[in-house]
């Protein structure tokens, strides 16, 4: 697999890569590994929970989409 990248970031990389006493290759794969562990560490479901009084058991499947649809389809 081969992945295009602009070369004034890879000159970058190398320098501070070097800099560390690892190799390009070690450096870009220590960016990418920092990445992914901070995408999935900032990575939060949204709250999707609803004020109400919970299900109301009295009503049934047909009156509940009734309910939903009311004035929606003619």
Do not use: P
Request: aromatic share 8%.
């Amino acid at each position: 697999m081969y992945v295009e990248i602009n070369d004034n970031l890879i000159e970058h990389i190398n320098k501070v890569a070097l800099m560390k006493g690892f190799s390009l290759q070690e450096g870009l794969e220590k960016a990418v590994i920092d990445f992914i562990t901070k995408e999935e560490k900032t990575f939060h479901l949204r709250k999707a929970s609803f004020k109400g009084e919970g299900l109301q058991s009295n009503l049934s499947d047909a009156e509940i989409k009734e309910m939903i649809y009311q004035g929606h389809i003619q």
